[in-house]
């Protein structure tokens, strides 16, 4: 700031008389840019003191017992953040999982495979993708995915893994359609576009000439990407992907209806959970009770730390990107 | 045409003024927030009573909860609560509290071969299959309800409301009257922490994974079953006898209540004595301040609730809500006028 104040001070003194009038009003300007960006940190600051202020009543009541424990009883007010930590976590993990590899292969296939006609259509339909309202794919998710899952996919993987020791446990249960897998697999879908886009936009920064270099050299499109591609991107792609997981943490309303919305924690993938979101955007309206209130904003407040690490992380990442293509 | 263009300008502005006029009168409004429950017999009711009087009534169906906090930030003229305020607790935060409508709650349930109403349940077992202590629906506690009927050897999948509601208040209620399993293990709130089966949003959410999942069971409102037309269930009630679920069996609920024996008219109607009252019936009720900061308002207000309960019954049957019976109506008003006040004279004068 001291330096950018000195630059102008600089370029004032080199201007010539008629020029000086003007001086204060790019004074004004400077003020008014400084004060917008003031005005976001003051924004982010409230809310964090908004949310340690509203949260503080089940810290003190529960302590570090708040972040470890499973209960979540209204009646008794005894709460405790681990299920909703787990599901919220647990959903964006199976989502990345599926997500990362489905959208660097489309992105891969947009820039070095796919004929010049057909990438425009590809790539319109992707950013389509990202423009669905959420409540969208929860309301096709309860009545057109969830029922498919129920009859078609659960069933099958029960019975599949029936006698595989670790899977048996984890794919277990009554089919019910909706649970922690059917959100995790409607976050996949609502992440692919965010990380599609990241991750297609950095393939194209990779110099023409590298990868020419290496077709000369007789290698494959696949050797291209995997030696040449990604490793020039990688930073990007990690950026895109922490785009990708700071959306699926924080979603809230398509999971809220495909979860099973039980404050419970199971070995089953199939089973019925909670996230985080998800938990405050159902009981929020009804909540009644200090501590109650106060453990739906504490879960707010650990949402927010953990969807700010993972920006925190994607800032990171592409700075790095953007200091090494300077 | 170019004498069409100055006409349509004027009329256009005609219509600005008018409508901005319009919103200057809107000022005098009444405003309410709370239950979802009951949000649309208040809209139609508002309506209705907008076309009669010119006042008209914004009613903000935010959730009981949001509706409490909302009438002691004295924000609003009035709250609404699904769940009544505790007498204490309407003493300390100078609010009184009345009912206003009626509904009921009734199981439903996705059995392949048995049709709405066929099957009978009780109290207890109804607490044991959320519970998750009765399983199959061939159970010999369901059997011997039941011995006419074939019942399936299928599981029971449990299926209860994941956002906090009234709806669920009145069920937990219940359940915990019928069941000291229940009441000792889960209680009664607007969310409870269940034992068992999968949460789904509002009535719709429950009623379709009831409707997609074989041998599921749930509880909806009465009004969203009739209008979908789901299995609903038959149940014992206090006094013995199985009853239906409709709106003679919740009046009856209604009138057999103690509601001038009890402070702040804090009566919960869930298993009712009576022999044709259903178990999972309750009102919902409406919060205001004794002492109103707007006089003005609240007394607006009053006369809604008093048009409301003189002629709204047949709106309220319409929409398969129960109106306040007579009796009860007039002992709101009697707490009107002794309670609600502006510097020290009643807000309503009963006639």
Known sequence: MTDCAMNTSAANTRRTGASRWFAPSDKLFHGLTLSAAVFVLLLLGGVIVALLEGAWPAFAKFGFGFLVSQSWNPVTEQFGALAPISGTLITSFIAMLLGIPISIGIAIFLTEICPMWLRRPIGICIELLAGIPSIIFGIWGLFVFAPFMQRNVQPFLIDTFEDVPILSNLFAGPPYGIGILTASLILTIMVLPFITAVTRDVFETVPPVLKEAAYGLGSTTWEVTRYVVLPYTRVGVVGGIMLGLGRALGETMAVTFVIGNAHRIHASIIGPGTTISATIANEFTEAVGDIYTASLVALGLILFLITFTVLAIARYMLMRLNKRAA | ?351
């Not at chain 2, 239950?35 to 010119?54: M, Q, R």
């Not at chain 2, 949003?201 to 079953?225: F, H, L, P």
């Not at chain 2, 008093?306 to 002629?311: E, I, R």
Request: proline share 5%.
């Open chain 2, 1 to 351: 045409m170019f004498h069409l263009k100055p006409v349509m300008l004027k009329a256009a502005v005609v219509a600005l003024v008018a409508s901005v006029s319009l919103g200057g009168a809107r000022a005098a409004d009444i405003s309410g927030a709370g239950a979802s429950f009951p949000y649309p017999i208040y809209t139609k009711w508002a309506a209705a009573y907008k076309k009669e009087t010119g006042i008209g009534l914004n009613y903000q169906s935010i959730g009981s909860g949001g509706g409490i906090k909302q009438i002691k930030a004295k924000t609003v003229t009035f709250g609404a609560s699904d769940m009544p305020l505790k007498a204490k607790d309407l003493e300390d935060s100078g609010l009184v509290q009345f009912p206003m409508i009626i509904g009921g709650v009734v199981p439903v349930a996705n059995i392949k071969g048995i049709k709405p109403g066929e099957l009978v349940i009780d109290g207890p077992t109804l607490a044991n299959i959320f519970l998750g202590k009765v399983k199959r629906w061939n159970d010999e506690a369901i059997k011997k309800l039941n011995p006419d009927i074939d019942l399936p050897k299928s599981a029971i999948a449990v299926v209860h409301r994941s956002d906090g509601s009234g709806t669920t208040f009145l069920f937990t209620d219940y359940l915990s009257k019928a069941s000291a399993a229940w009441k000792s293990e889960v209680g009664a709130a607007t969310a409870v922490q269940w034992p068992t089966g999968i949460g789904a949003k509002g009535n719709e959410g429950v009623a379709n994974m009831t409707g997609q999942t074989d041998g599921a069971i749930g509880y909806v409102e009465y009004a969203y079953a009739k209008q979908n037309k789901l299995t609903h269930l038959r149940m014992i009630n206090k006094a013995g006898k199985a009853v239906q679920p409709d709106s003679a069996s919740f009046k009856t609920a209604a009138a057999n209540a103690d509601w001038a024996g009890t402070p702040g008219f804090e009566v919960i109607l869930t298993d009712a004595a009576g022999d044709n009252s259903w178990p999972i019936t309750g009102a919902s009720f409406i919060l205001m301040h004794k002492n109103p900061q707007d006089a003005a308002s609240a007394a607006e207000a009053l006369k809604f609730f008093d048009w409301a309960f003189k002629s709204g019954e047949a709106m309220a049957d319409e929409l398969d809500y129960v109106a306040m019976p007579q009796n009860v109506a007039d002992l709101v008003r009697k707490a009107w006028s002794s309670q609600i006040q502006s510097g020290g004279k009643p807000l309503f004068a009963a006639q």
